[in-house]
């Protein structure tokens, strides 16, 4: 066989920017304009695109790193091998903890919307129904495997794509420039709430779990593999700037301490726009565009912890096994979320936190480490050389932040 006729065969960079998207746009980026309300626009943007170029970087590194690698070989293989157990140890509880966090997230900030939705098509169920019933449908697609993950992914992008014109190009027909410069406010300094928004941001670009499978995906051609990361994340940082212009410009920064007191979470935002917005079809078409965010993001989170769940405990493949790995994959979040049911932004915050370790430090970590073991011979350039020391610092940068933020020593926007 030609060599140009296995390239035709290998799946479009297209297909792998999709995945990578799917996975980070969600939920979470129906936090980004409540957590970013006090440093509002201008330093929420300048954060936003620090955040995504090093959490890009980081996944690049992580690539690069794997390389020296066999094909499928993953956090755990190449963080035993270039930093040793411990750090293995450590960033294995770190995965385990992010990913149960985020599924936590989910099902406490999606079941008021579901809620919402069953109520109004005539189907009587309460909040903790509703969380369960998504968690259940979920639950079942992850345990029958990868491939009814993979389908109803691809779905969700498309239905996502197709709705991201209506919604966002709706928001943006009404955005006030008056309303986004928060001209008139008596409040000039915007930057004191500028540090507490870097958790949220990082957490807005968590895709590193999928990078293994990228590379499966496309037997290993490294080329494809950096392309769909950086087309994939490019397209989530397009869509989060549409976002937080069309909220920020509909919403007035006044607003937002209201939104945060009810919750924080999606029923809280799209209920604050609801008001607002002069075009009902819109707030409609928002909702829609929620349910499918946060349904993608959800299956990729949990398909990831799953995986991990059953790769670390060896239960094997039957369908029993399945089933009790399903278990511990979804019933703790599931009863977290019943008892804790208001700690979405929490949530979120906790996940940036733990994630810092092993999407932002351990991955420059793993290409400072394999560079010097297998490419000694290789000229490093000034961005090779700076790179980890840039994502390293904004790692360290972000658990700074989140510390601060915790001990109350940073300011709360109260309006």
Known sequence: MTETALTQRQPSVWWGAMIICGTVVGAGMFTLPVVMAGAWFGWSLLILLVSWGCMLLSGLMFQQASRYFPIGSGYDTL???????????????????????????????????????????????????AKALLTLCVAIVVWLGTKGVSRIMTFCVLAKLLLLVSVFGGLLTQVDLLTLADAGSSESDYWPYAFGVLPFCLASFGYHGNITGLISYYGGEQKRVRRALVFGTLMSLVIYLFWITGTMGNLPRTAFPAVVASGGDIAALLAAL????????????????????????????????????ADRLKLGDTPLARFKVALLTFLPALSASLWFPDGFLAAIGFAGLFATLWAVIVPALLYIKARRRF??????????????????TFGVMNILAWTLSWLNLLPTFSG
């Open 274 to 309: 609801r008001d607002r917005l002069h075009v009902g079809a819109l707030t409609f078409m928002m909702a829609l565009f929620s349910h499918f965010a946060v349904i993608a993001s959800f299956l990729g989170v949990t398909a990831g912890l799953f995986d991990f769940i």
């Open 79 to 129: 963080t035993r091998a270039l930093l040793g157990r411990r750090w293995a140890a450590l960033n294995g509880l770190s995965i385990l903890f992010v990913l149960g966090i985020l599924t936590y997230a989910y099902i406490s900030a999606s079941g008021p919307v579901y809620q919402h939705s069953l109520n109004s098509a005539g189907l009587p169920v309460s909040t903790a129904g």
């Open 375 to 392: 490419a000694k011979q290789e000229s490093a350039g000034a961005l090779k050389t700076l790179a980890p020391t840039m994502v390293i």
